[in-house]
C-alpha cells in the first residue's frame, strides 16, 4: 500500500485546467458500444481502473475493444455477438459496472460470474438483483444473493413496471438495461431523478426510450447501432478543485469542458448557495449533455442546509462539502443522504472520521453529518480507506494545515482521476 506526505508550500490555485472524462458517461460508452452493432468511438475516455473493468467484462465476452489513451475504439457484432466468459469476470472497485452489467447479464442466454475487491464485495446488490429477479432472472450470490461473488443465469425475462425503493441511477440503469434485451415496454418511475445518462445515451445509439418527468420507458428488443461518443469533463472530478479554489486564500481557477447535466450540476447549486463566487459559462451540447466552463474565486462561504431532492444530484461530492463546510461560516447540516453508507466507504463514517482526525468539530448521523464552521485543520496521519473521493478530499485538506498530512493508501485515487496530482500540481505551480 503506498502512501505520500502532502506539505505543499504553495497553497493558492489559478488557471486554467481541464478533468478527464466523466465516469459514469465513460462506463456507460463502452457497455452500449459493445451492444451496439457496428463501430463505436469514445473520446475523451476516462481511463481509470473502474471504467477499465468495464472494457475488461466486455473484452471477456468477446468485444473488440482497443484503446489508445483516452480514446476507445469498439467494434462489436451487437448483442447476439456477445459470448459467454470463460471465467469468472473481476470488477475491481466499480459499483456501476457491477450494477448495470448484472442488468445487462440477466437478459442475455449464458452463464456469468462477478467477482470484485473488498469494498465492492460488501455493496449490496439486492437493491439490482431482486427487481431482476422479478422480471424472471436467475441470480444468486453470497447472504442469500446480497453480495458479490454473484452468479447470474440470464435468459428470457419479462418486463416490468419498477418503482426504484432507493434513490440510484445505477438500479434504474440495471432495470433499464435489463428492459432493453426484453420484449415489451419495461418502465422505470423514481420518487426524485437521478443522474440520467442511461436514457440520453441509449437514445444515441438507438434504442426505443422515452422520459416523461420521473418516468423512463424503454421498449425492448431493439438493436442498438454504433455511434461516436465524446465524453464531457467529469463534474465530480471538477468538485474537488472548485472547492480547493474556494478555501484557499488569493485562489481564482477556471475547469473547462465540464459535464453540466442538471443531474449532475448539485455542486454548483450547493456552491451559489454557500456563498461562493462561481461563474458558469455554457459552451455546447455533445452527444445530448451540456458542457462548460466553471470559474471558481477563493470566497468566505457560510454555511447551508443540504437535503431533499438535491441529494442524488450531489452524492459523490459530499466528502468535499464537508471539508468546504469546516470553513464556512456557522453550522452546515446534511440530512437525507444515508446513499453514502453503501459507496465505496461508509462515506459518513470515513468523512467524519477524517476530519474529525484533521480537527474538524463533525458529528454523523443517520442519514448525513453536522459540521462546524470556522475551523483551523491540522496535520496528522491519515487513510483514504481505499476510497477514491476520501483519498482526493483529504489531499485538498492539506491546503489548509500548517503541517503536514501523511495519506495512506492513495493509489485508490486512479479508480477516477489517475491525474489527479498532477492537476493539483499545475494548479499551485501557476
Ligand atoms: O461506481 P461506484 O463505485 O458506485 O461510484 C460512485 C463514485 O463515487 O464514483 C459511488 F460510489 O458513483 C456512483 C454514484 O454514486 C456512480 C453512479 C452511476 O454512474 O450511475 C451513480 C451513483 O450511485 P447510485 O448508487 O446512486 O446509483
Do not use: W
Not at 73 to 88: A, Y
Not at 167 to 188: C, D, F, H, P
Not at 329 to 358: P, Q, W
Not at 364 to 389: A, F, P, W
Amino acid at each position: 500500500m503506498s502512501q505520500k506526505v502532502l506539505a505543499f508550500d504553495k497553497k493558492t490555485l489559478t488557471g486554467n485546467i481541464t478533468v478527464p472524462g466523466d465516469k459514469s458517461i465513460s462506463h456507460r460508452a463502452v457497455m452500449f458500444g459493445s451492444l451496439a452493432e457496428g463501430k463505436t468511438k469514445i473520446t475523451n475516455f476516462l481511463a481509470g481502473e473502474d471504467c477499465l473493468s468495464t472494457i475488461g467484462a466486455f473484452q471477456a465476452m468477446g468485444v473488440s475493444i482497443r484503446r489508445e489513451e483516452n480514446t476507445v475504439f469498439i467494434d462489436s457484432d451487437g448483442i447476439n455477438g456477445l459470448k459467454e466468459p470463460v471465467q469468472p469476470i473481476d470488477l475491481g472497485n466499480s459499483g456501476t459496472t457491477a450494477r448495470l452489467l448484472i442488468g445487462i447479464l440477466a437478459g442475455l442466454p449464458y452463464h456469468f460470474t462477478l467477482y470484485g475487491d473488498d469494498s465492492l464485495s460488501k455493496r449490496p446488490m439486492d437493491r439490482i438483483a431482486n427487481p431482476l429477479r422479478e422480471m424472471g432472472a436467475k441470480i444468486d450470490g453470497r447472504e442469500n444473493g446480497r453480495l458479490l461473488p454473484i452468479a447470474v443465469r440470464g435468459g428470457h425475462l419479462s418486463p416490468i413496471d419498477f418503482k426504484p425503493p432507493v434513490k440510484s441511477a445505477q438500479v434504474k440503469s440495471g432495470v433499464l438495461l435489463a428492459g432493453l434485451l426484453t420484449e415489451g415496454v419495461t418502465t422505470v418511475e423514481e420518487v426524485t431523478k437521478t443522474r440520467d445518462h442511461t436514457e440520453n445515451m441509449l437514445k444515441a445509439f438507438g434504442a426505443n426510450i422515452s422520459v416523461e418527468g420521473t418516468k423512463v420507458k424503454i421498449t425492448g428488443n431493439k438493436n442498438l447501432s454504433g455511434c461516436d461518443i465524446e465524453v464531457p469533463g467529469d463534474i465530480s472530478s471538477a468538485a474537488f478543485f472548485l472547492v480547493a479554489a474556494a478555501i484557499t486564500e488569493g485562489s481564482h481557477i477556471t475547469i473547462e469542458n465540464v459535464g453540466l447535466n442538471p443531474t449532475r450540476t448539485g455542486i454548483i447549486d450547493v456552491l451559489k448557495m454557500m456563498g461562493v463566487s462561481i461563474n458558469v459559462i455554457e459552451k455546447r451540447t455533445i452527444g445530448g449533455e451540456p458542457i462548460g466552463d466553471i470559474t471558481v474565486k477563493a470566497s468566505q462561504s457560510k454555511a447551508a442546509i443540504i437535503e431533499g431532492d438535491i441529494i442524488p444530484r450531489i452524492i459523490d461530492e459530499i466528502p468535499i462539502i464537508a471539508l468546504l463546510a469546516t470553513q464556512a461560516e456557522g453550522k452546515t447540516i446534511i440530512k437525507d443522504a444515508e446513499e453514502l453508507r453503501f459507496k465505496e466507504t461508509d462515506r459518513i463514517e470515513s468523512v467524519v472520521t477524517t476530519l474529525s482526525k484533521l480537527g474538524a468539530t463533525i458529528t454523523g448521523t443517520k442519514d448525513g453529518m453536522i459540521i462546524e464552521g470556522n475551523t483551523q485543520l491540522h496535520g496528522g496521519v491519515t487513510e483514504s480507506y481505499g476510497d477514491h473521493r476520501i483519498g482526493m478530499m483529504i489531499a485538498i485538506a492539506s491546503l489548509l494545515t500548517d503541517d503536514k498530512i501523511e495519506l495512506h493508501d492513495d493509489e485508490c485515487i486512479a479508480i477516477s482521476y489517475p491525474t489527479f496530482f498532477e492537476d493539483l500540481h499545475s494548479l499551485i505551480s501557476n
